[in-house]
């Protein structure tokens, strides 16, 4: 049986029970392939798929062309399955492990198209040089595209077999000082999550994790206004989803108390084996006052990922726009870049967005009416 013709089956009531534990949870997985997201973007008018190709899960969002038939899918961050079809330098990846995800997804782009779907875009994390997933993917149509999400690549430290004093150890000394300074002042971290495991160092939210999750969402629309970028209007919707499916975890460092002044945050994702970086935030203003404080925040979410067990400590993209490589000096994301590798972090290079395009006209159609769609509602609302 090809890739194309594997056997796609859609998941439904009872049936979608084990999702986020096959999706999620499991070495792999990504929150963006999760029920929670699922639910977020259907209120943003895409239409929920769950597919499974063998142990694989492709979550698809689906979306209709305006008046014309026929529509998009995008998968994102999948397909996903109980592998990590990459490796740190000096590792093996799991042989076949892109192969398999590359087939998942040619006959997912295949059962899709055949209901009408006109162009299926993914972007899994498989590693860039996976020979066997590029040549299945190329084989099924798929092409690359520009990145949908805001990284392609990633900084990632691996945890697997290792203890708090090897992972301090292979941390810059000028990192370590920054963190015993950040500690000598008194700066403490505090945890908004539902996952009841405790570590040392970290202090348990006293509020309201909503106060606390708009608190950061204002942090970060200013270090966006001084970094040049955006932020989606429904994301603090979309982090509480999360924070409640257990997906999410945000850490504060706040000054002298558990009450105190907020210096900066961190919003983490919980899942594949690891935790990982999506937002950081700071107060400029303070950073003079301490230095450390974001030092100690990326150390104590290393040490939480160390007291859950994780596989790996993700700390988030760095790239340069427009050119998917390490940044170099002088370039903006350059000292992004030095500062997680000053944590022992390692650049993990991935493959990047795909898509396979089926009806080429009714896509470049559905573009323009989409375009027009939203232009016309832009309109109404200023109206």
Do not use: N
């Amino acid at each position: 049986m090809t890739a194309a013709h594997a056997e796609v089956r859609e998941l439904h009531g009872e049936a979608l029970e084990g999702w986020d534990a096959a999706a999620v949870a499991a070495s792999g997985g990504h929150v963006l392939q999760s029920r929670a997201w699922a639910e977020h973007r259907a209120g943003g008018g895409w239409t929920p798929r769950f597919l499974a190709v063998g142990e694989l899960r492709a979550l698809a969002l689906v979306r209709p062309w305006p008046g014309l038939g026929g529509g998009s899918a995008y998968l994102p961050r999948g397909p996903v399955g109980p592998t990590v079809p990459w490796s740190f330098e000096g590792g093996d990846a799991i042989p076949g492990a892109g192969a398999a995800i590359g087939g998942a997804l040619a006959a997912v782009s295949a059962h899709l198209v055949a209901e009408g779907i006109d162009v299926v875009a993914a972007d899994p994390e498989v590693a860039g040089d996976d020979g066997g997933y590029l040549a299945v993917l190329g084989a099924a149509g798929f092409v690359p595209i520009a990145e949908i999400q805001p990284s392609r690549h990633r900084m990632a430290l691996p945890l697997a077999d290792a203890d708090e004093a090897a992972v301090l150890a292979g941390v810059s000394k000028p990192t370590r000082q920054r963190i015993r300074r950040a500690e000598r002042d008194g700066i403490v971290v505090v945890r908004h999550d539902t996952a009841s495991s405790r570590h040392e160092g970290i202090l348990p939210a006293t509020e309201d994790a909503g106060a606390a999750l708009d608190r950061f969402y204002e942090l970060l629309v200013a270090t966006g206004e001084r970094r040049g970028f955006g932020l989606a209007a429904d994301a603090v919707g979309w982090w509480r989803r999360a924070l409640t499916a257990g997906h999410l975890v945000l850490l504060e460092a706040r000054e002298g108390a558990a009450d105190g002044t907020v210096l900066g945050g961190l919003i983490l994702y919980r899942h594949g084996t690891r935790l990982s970086t999506a937002h950081s935030a700071d107060r400029a203003d303070r950073r003079r006052d301490h230095p450390g404080a974001m030092h100690l925040l990326r150390w104590r979410a290393i040490q939480l990922a160390l007291a859950e067990g994780c596989a790996e400590m993700d700390l988030g993209g760095v790239d340069v726009a427009g050119a998917r490589r390490p940044p170099v000096e002088g370039e903006p994301t350059w000292g992004l870049y030095e500062h997680k590798r000053s944590f022992g972090a390692a650049w993990v290079e991935l493959a990047g967005a795909h898509e396979h395009v089926a009806r080429g006209w009714r896509y470049a159609a559905g573009r323009a009416t989409s375009r027009a769609a939203r232009l016309v509602g832009r309109g109404r609302g200023a109206t």
